[in-house]
């Protein structure tokens, strides 16, 4: 069974993604929305961490390496409480600790810069090894985009992280995800570079590989746990996505990769995540304030 | 001619090359929508190349296709393809293979994705390789000029470009040459240098300045190397105030060249403006206000420095 509440966040991430992007002009919706299923996953039932005290040494780590879709990681971690969601509408804008990629010296809780793509595998290899030899309980999870498994640095670190630290420390504590999309930044990743057979390489470098929905948090859980229970070596989650997921018209077309929605089409998307048919719309926003302040908010930028 | 980002001129003056050079073929990782070769692609497809997000390997393609006889086109963002530094190092200058490489969404004008999209470090990074000229066109017609240059130059070459449409600024009949500069406006207290983004502030600042009784030289430097000596030194010899503005990193950029250069033969007191630190998010104009890069912040540098 799904889990409802986490199912609920989830929605309204999706949501605060639409709307921040929106205000920012610019940014990469395609895959903020496919990997939001995974990152709420982690932070609400999974991740071990202190909002309020995010250099905790023994915090669960998260490395978004694929860091053009750190709004998603943005809008989990405002409603975590890292900060206040009032603050979502600075992504992009000058002087904002909501940098357009993440920036680990500007906001607590970011665990390093990301945004040139290959580099976040090593990092988190890093990181395993670092909390391994000092023998300390957390876990490290890594993100990762399928366009991004192309670039050669992530094929060094996928040679080694099954050898890293071994007999001693082996990286058990070390997960990665892979948000497979199956789309880059010029077309379908199959029209560019397949990976294909994505399972069959990363078993081959040595690693327990499953797969899984990407989209279902009951699978996306149970992977979870399958990883924490492994011992001796890192494990690798193929999580099959959709990127855009949750708009009809984002989904699965390479245009949405890196365009922000236009306010009109920003409130659709909103209404599409919501579940809500065009002709219920005015009602519901009458039950919703929330989501009606938001709504009121981006029609007003549309005047603008 | 229109305001025009370079790279865009740089994708269409491509498509028409390769309508006649063969030898013409174009390399990407995952931004020929970005780097403007995706027309190029479309109207060659037995010429164009997209390896995926594996700049590194662009690169090594692109030096063995020119060892074997072709004019490669390695296209990425600035900081990815210079971030590579060491596979250019090697694979490219070293056994000077024939390959272009092309920087495209140079400085902190590309705004609102932040540093890590922004090349600000990419000519200190090329400048220190002995066989590569860099390259940097002010506005449309250089960039067409440089860009059948860079086909008819024997040996690498590195191209600066830009997201953002650049002002015309040179003239209907200018020529681009190596290692050569152009006046875009005489003067005599001082020598504003610029190259790329910030030019057409330069020339706005030396008006305001003109209006406080400052007579500025405004120079296009889009040679970064080799520079142009005999103007530099011309210049610098007439004014004594030298100002160097760029949309690169204050260390290593074309203040760092002209600043070297200076020292040894003509030791006067050198400005550099360009990127302090690192760069962050956000509206192109205002990055470049804060940095002093606008036309206000210009000629603000340029009154302290001669005290006027
Ligand atoms: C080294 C590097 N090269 C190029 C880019 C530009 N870029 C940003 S996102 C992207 C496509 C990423 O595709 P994928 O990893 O599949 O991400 P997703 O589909 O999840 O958005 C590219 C090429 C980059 N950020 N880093
Ligand atoms: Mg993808």
Known sequence: ?304 | MAAKASRVAFGETLLELGARDERIVTLDADLSKSTMTAKFAKTYPARAFNLGIAESNMIGIGAGLALTGRIPFVCSFACFVVGRFETIRISVAYTNANVKIVGTHSGIAIGEDGYSQMGIEDIACIRALPNIPVIQPADELETKQVIAYAVEHAGPLYLRLTRQSLDPVCPADYRFQLGRWLVLRPGHDVTLLGTGGPLSNCLEAAKLLEADGISAEVINAACIKPLDEELLLGSAGKTGHVVTVEDHAIHGGLGGAVAETLSEVMPIEVRRLGVQGFGESGDPKGLYAKHGLDPAGIATSVRKFLNR
């Open chain 1, 1 to 304: 069974m799904p889990d409802a509440r986490v199912v609920a966040i989830a929605r309204q991430c999706r949501v605060q993604i639409i709307r921040m992007l929106t205000h920012a002009g610019s940014g990469h919706p395609g895959g903020s929305l496919s990997v939001i299923d995974i990152l709420t996953a982690l932070y609400f039932g999974r991740l071990r961490y202190d909002a309020k005290r995010p250099d905790w040494p023994d915090r669960d780590r998260v490395v978004l390496s694929k860091g053009h879709a750190v709004p998603a990681l943005y809008a989990v971690m405002a409603r975590a409480g890292y900060f206040h969601e009032s603050e979502l509408v600075t992504l992009r804008k000058l002087g904002s600790r909501l940098q357009g990629h993440p920036d680990r010296t500007a906001l607590p809780g970011i665990e390093a810069a990301t945004g040139s793509l290959g580099q976040g595998l090593s990092i988190s290899l890093g990181m395993a090894l670092g909390l391994k030899l000092r023998a300390a309980p957390a876990r490290v999870y890594c993100i990762l985009g399928d366009g991004e498994i192309q670039e050669g640095q992530v094929w060094e670190a996928a040679m080694s992280a099954p050898k890293l630290g071994r007999p001693d420390h082996p990286l058990d504590n070390l997960c990665v995800i892979l948000d497979y999309n199956k789309i880059q930044l010029d077309n379908f990743v199959a029209k560019i570079m397949d990976l294909e057979p994505v399972v069959a390489k990363w078993q081959a470098f040595g690693w327990p590989v499953l797969e899984i929905d990407g989209h279902d948090t009951d699978q996306i859980g149970k992977a979870l746990d399958a990883a924490e229970a492994t011992r001796g070596t890192p494990t690798f989650i193929v999580a099959h996505t959709v990127k855009g997921k949750g708009v009809s018209f984002m989904e699965n077309d390479p245009e949405w990769h890196g365009k922000a929605p236009k306010p009109a089409e920003a409130i659709r998307a909103i209404r599409e995540i919501l579940g809500v048919g065009e002709a219920a719309w005015g009602d519901y926003l009458k039950t919703d304030p929330a989501t009606r302040a938001i709504v009121d908010e981006l029609a007003a930028l549309e005047k603008k």
